[in-house]
């Protein structure tokens, strides 16, 4: 079980890292690629490539005129997770981008920003777990423990 990160741009780190901290701290292997659909065609195409061959789902995060993720699944059959980033516009400019894809081409869509990531990440450990029962149990018991946490607070 492996996934891909992808950005656009290394400004884009700290949303790769937050993305790869979820995967990390549930064992799933992942690799981090940038690469550009605007900058660099060739090399995106590459990567999709090589994600589409050796990867289980693929994160792609990109800011402002995003086209990377919908480029991205334009080479792969497999799962892309779309996270925008914030930008002068908010963010709004790469959310419409990645979500307003034209039909044929799906790209699931997350929130702006590390919060976004996280939720992609957390997205893509859901996909691996239909075929994985003792991620799923890890993903059991996460649940568990953020409700276990609420409890106390609660004197519960
Ligand atoms: P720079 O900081 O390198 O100027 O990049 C990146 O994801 C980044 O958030 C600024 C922003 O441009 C985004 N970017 C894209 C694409 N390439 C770079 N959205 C693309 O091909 O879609």
């Given at each position: 079980?492996?996934?891909?990160?992808?950005a656009?741009?290394?400004?884009?780190?700290?949303?790769?890292?937050?993305?790869?901290?979820?995967?990390?701290?549930?064992?799933?292997?992942?690799?981090?690629?940038?690469?550009?659909?605007?900058?660099?065609?060739?090399?995106?195409?590459?990567?999709?490539?090589?994600?589409?061959?050796?990867?289980?789902?693929?994160?792609?995060?990109?800011?402002?005129?995003?086209?990377?993720?919908?480029?991205?699944?334009?080479?792969?059959?497999?799962?892309?997770?779309?996270?925008?980033?914030?930008?002068?516009?908010?963010?709004?400019?790469?959310?419409?981008?990645?979500?307003?894809?034209?039909?044929?081409?799906?790209?699931?869509?997350f929130?702006?920003?590390?919060?976004?990531?996280?939720?992609?990440?957390?997205?893509?450990?859901?996909?691996?777990?239909?075929?994985?029962t003792?991620?799923?149990?890890?993903?059991?018991?996460?649940?568990?423990?953020?409700?276990?946490?609420?409890?106390?607070?609660?004197?519960?």
């Amino acid at each position: 079980m492996k996934v891909a990160i992808i950005a656009g741009s290394t400004s884009d780190k700290e949303i790769m890292n937050a993305a790869k901290e979820v995967l990390d701290e549930f064992g799933i292997e992942n690799k981090t690629f940038i690469t550009s659909a605007h900058r660099s065609p060739n090399l995106t195409k590459e990567v999709a490539e090589i994600v589409d061959k050796e990867f289980d789902v693929a994160i792609v995060i990109a800011g402002l005129s995003a086209a990377l993720p919908g480029i991205f699944a334009t080479y792969t059959q497999k799962p892309v997770l779309g996270v925008p980033v914030a930008s002068d516009l908010m963010g709004l400019d790469a959310l419409f981008s990645i979500t307003q894809m034209p039909r044929g081409i799906p790209v699931a869509t997350f929130g702006i920003g590390k919060k976004g990531a996280k939720n992609a990440a957390l997205f893509a450990l859901r996909i691996l777990a239909l075929n994985d029962t003792s991620l799923r149990e890890k993903l059991d018991l996460k649940a568990k423990e953020e409700e276990e946490k609420l409890r106390e607070l609660n004197d519960m």
